[in-house]
């Protein structure tokens, strides 16, 4: 019988915070069973979720309102999608855009016409509208050009696309924000804190892709139909599930790991708890099979993963070659009752990062019943406050011992302090600059922690040999300057994870593993890295339809074994006309 | 117009940052703000009543101590509003109350007291019981008393105007903490002094009205969040083409 108790992770053998935190271990993760669409998925199935159209109003170029209802079991809420026509000079992935192929937000409640005007007003404006507070969700999508005319095209002369398309570029739009929490007037993320819907960080958020990717289907099927109504057939099923939605991503995200390390906390215990969980399990013969078949299938979707950037290509051949050596290993070995501790070792000893990482995920796909548990354990109550009775010896103990990392680097080469991270006047976007070389530098965004902490160590070491019995109130009343530093230290000193264990300002670092290990647990696939500092990936491509969560499968484990998507066999091509539903 | 309580905290933070707050008073100040706002009592009104004299205020000094020992603590805010200065005195009231049950913290010379109660939200919220005073000395004379229970982040408020002014009336700028680990101190209007109540504000009142404005949304005066706009602009970079570039993909995606 599998341990499922959460309350097994103190006794549990976890990695070390010197390990797991590295940057680049970070930037090596994969989407798990973990990662928030897979919990959302599961949790629509579950529940039971049914999703239906209830406006429908476009013209033969796909442009006009879409809305669609989703009912749960607890409450009714409304996706709301709007079209338009986007000259190609004004399609721009960057924040800095201001018109988009689609905008949409998902509403709580009921949407009457009057919040429809408003939305109709505001929404396509995104962040120069003022939206309302029903408003859980404010995101848009551009249209993959290439993909979207060679879909319209095939599907309105009566044949299947070619699944290659989506082999690589594995969607029809891309998302380019999706925004929670309050921004430009909607609903603060309190607000859904207790909700039993969408409690869980970015689920709402999720599920709004998951709508945009139905929508996608539905619009280019009807742009088919409108064109070509004696020819135009629908999608196939088989297509329609390997159709994700995708994601253009840039330094906007990096500061969201740092300014919320309570939440990273948790996000990266819950997954190195199951981990540790998982490897504790005694394998069957039956589970040795099982990661068998799921490394071939995520070895065969690396294989056909598709980037232009060198770095990351490097990386997925060299996980690909690797894991026949792997396969091997599984093959030969005996089943010992410490099987995944001995592939876990095996594997730090011998493979490459993102390949180890490779593993760990799918070991956790093993175990559903240790692992599932964890998906409530991913928010934080996000509250950093100072102990100002500490003794001040105890503060600088807890940098000693919790933040020696950053203690050894030096700040003061060039290398070692070589960009900053600012907010641009051109809608706040985050960029890095290059210190000493570029303006801006005194308006900084405190993101690197390491030589704040390393400063603040040093003051508190002048402080106490003038003072050795003073309180962190007293040294703060001082100087003033280090209360954030120190609030955050005494906070997080009490956690394994928060913290990233890296120099933001070195030369070398690289951002791309900042957005990387934000979208393992977003659940991306597919990483194309642009440059270092942007990235596009894809979210639900393999992910069960609307029509199958609305249809409420009764066999869940296969709902939720839809990670590592492969490219379609060859498709029939005998479909019925478009409007109709393929059986 | 309505904004979320995310969007009035994120921009006062960025104004702050703006005028030279260090980063945690920033934060903080930003927090008092909004959480007087989302409880509607006038946080942003409050705070802009104090902005020009934020803006033209000279390089803050911390909160002095003029007096302190075990149980009490008097500190000089040194004229300067309390989103600069109280954090760090109400947290050294807060360690002699842990350390010896009770506190009592004086600042003395402080602007914008109402904005403090913010602050003393987040000491409720760490488990202490929590009472501020503090008086007007101008006509009619006007006592105000916050009080929050332990674990409670939600005050109970009262506004009075004394009638019977005592002869030594000296001009008023300061507060008084009372900081209790395991004692109560909540407002009773059961005095034989005449006074006339102006303001009430209950524990399950403020509640209900911060769920309102969770649902509904934080209304702000227009003219005052286009000037808060402006000033946090300050923290912003001017673009150029090379910045363009910090921040990644290239300006059109027609593939």
Not at chain 1, 515 to 541: C, E, H, I, N
Not at chain 1, 550 to 567: M, R
Not at chain 2, 60 to 76: E, F, I, K, N, S
Not at chain 2, 159 to 173: C, I, S, T
Request: glycine share 6%.
């Amino acid at each position: 019988m599998h341990e499922s108790s959460i309350n097994m992770a103190g006794s549990l053998r976890l990695r070390p915070a010197g390990q797991v935190m590295q940057l680049e271990r970070l930037g090596s993760l994969h989407a798990s069973r973990l990662s928030f669409v897979r919990t959302l998925v599961r949790q629509m199935a579950r529940q039971r979720w049914q999703v239906s159209c209830t406006r429908f109003d476009l013209d033969a170029q796909g442009h006009g309102t879409a809305v669609y209802r989703l009912q749960t079991p607890y409450g009714r809420y409304h996706g709301v999608i709007f079209a338009q026509p986007l000259e190609d000079s004004a399609r721009s992935d960057r924040v800095i855009a201001e018109a988009w192929d689609v905008t949409f937000g998902v509403v709580e409640g009921e949407l009457n016409e009057d919040l429809l005007a408003q939305m109709a007003a505001n929404v396509p404006l995104q962040e120069a509208g003022r939206q309302d507070p029903r408003v859980l969700v404010l995101s848009r999508a551009n249209k993959s050009l290439r993909n979207f005319a060679s879909f319209v095209d095939a599907l309105a002369e009566g044949r299947q696309p070619d699944p290659a398309w989506l082999t690589k570029v594995g969607y029809l739009y891309r998302t380019t924000a999706v925004y929670g929490n309050g921004k430009f007037g909607i609903a603060d993320y309190a607000r859904l804190q207790d909700s039993p819907d969408f409690r869980r960080p970015f689920s709402v958020q999720m599920f709004a892709v998951y709508l945009l990717r139905h929508f996608s289907i539905e619009q280019v099927e009807h742009i088919a139909r409108s064109r070509a109504p004696e020819s135009a057939v629908a999608m196939h099923p088989t297509l329609r599930r390997y159709l994700g939605i995708g994601n253009s991503t840039g330094l906007g995200m990096a500061p969201f790991l740092i300014n919320h390390p309570q939440l990273i906390q948790q996000w990266i215990l819950s997954r190195e708890s199951a981990l540790a969980m998982a490897l504790e399990q005694v394998p069957t013969e039956a589970e040795r099979w099982r990661l068998i078949e799921l490394t071939r299938r995520a070895m065969q979707h690396l294989a056909q993963t598709v980037t232009e950037d060198k770095p990351q290509q490097e990386r997925n051949l060299e996980t690909v070659a690797s894991l026949p050596e792997v396969l091997t290993w599984l093959e030969t070995v005996p089943l010992d009752t410490d099987l995944w501790q001995q592939l876990t070792a095996w594997a730090e000893r011998t493979l490459q990062l993102e390949t180890q990482e490779l593993i760990n995920t799918l070991l956790l796909e093993l175990y559903p019943a240790v692992v599932e548990p964890f998906e409530d354990q991913m928010s934080a109550d996000e509250r950093v406050e100072l102990t100002p009775d500490m003794p001040l010896v105890r503060l600088k103990q807890l940098i000693d011992t919790h933040y020696d990392w950053t203690l050894d680097h030096d700040f003061t080469t060039r290398e070692g302090c070589y960009w900053f991270w600012y907010r641009s006047i051109e809608k706040e976007e985050p960029r890095l600059g290059v210190r000493h070389q570029e303006p801006g530098a005194e308006k900084e965004m405190p993101l690197a922690i390491a030589p704040r902490v390393q400063r603040a160590h040093d003051a508190i070491c002048a402080f106490l040999s003038d003072h050795p019995r003073a309180l962190v109130v007293e040294f703060l009343m001082e100087q003033p300057r280090y209360k954030e530093i120190v609030r955050r230290i005494q906070t997080m000193a009490e956690t394994a994870y928060g913290e990233i264990r890296a120099n933001l300002w070195h030369r070398d670092m690289k951002p791309m593993h900042l957005l990387r290990a934000k979208l393992s647990f977003f659940g991306a696939s597919r990483f194309d890295p642009k440059s270092d500092r942007w990235v596009r990936m894809t979210l639900f491509q393999g992910a069960p339809l609307v029509e199958e969560l609305n249809a409420e499968p009764v066999d869940l484990v296969d709902f939720d074994d839809w990670s590592f998507s492969l490219e379609p066999a060859a498709i029939d091509t005998h479909l019925p006309k478009a409007g109709e539903t393929p059986e | 117009m309505k904004v979320s309580h995310n969007e009035l905290q994120g921009l006062c933070r960025k104004v702050f940052e703006g005028m030279g707050f260090e980063e945690g008073d920033a934060a903080d100040a930003a927090d008092m703000v909004a959480w007087m706002q989302s409880y509607r009592l006038g946080g942003l009104e409050a705070l802009n009543r104090g902005l020009d004299y934020l803006l033209s205020a000279d390089t803050p000094l911390p909160p002095g101590v003029l007096y302190q020992d075990g149980d009490l603590a008097v500190l000089d805010g040194h004229g300067q509003s309390v989103l600069r200065s109280s954090s760090l005195a109400i947290e050294l009231g807060f360690a002699k109350a842990r350390a010896r049950g009770l506190a009592v913290v004086k600042i003395r010379h402080c602007h914008n007291r109402q904005l403090i109660m913010g602050y003393l939200s987040r000491l409720a919220g760490r488990g202490m019981n929590v009472t501020a005073f503090w008086r007007n000395a101008h006509a009619p004379l006007t006592e105000q008393v916050v009080c929050f229970r332990s674990n409670s982040t939600v005050p109970e408020i009262r506004v009075y105007a004394v009638q019977e002014v005592p002869e030594e009336n000296e001009p008023n700028d300061a507060i008084t903490l009372v900081l209790a680990n395991h004692i109560g101190l909540m407002p009773a209007m059961r005095s034989d002094y005449q006074y006339d109540l102006i303001a009430k504000h209950s524990e399950s009142d403020l509640m209900a009205c911060r769920k309102q404005t969770l649902a509904e949304g934080i209304d702000v005066n227009d003219a005052v969040w286009a000037r808060l706009k402006q000033l946090s602009a300050r923290i912003l970079v001017e673009a150029t083409e090379a910045s363009r570039g910090g921040a990644g993909a290239g300006t059109t995606d027609n593939d």
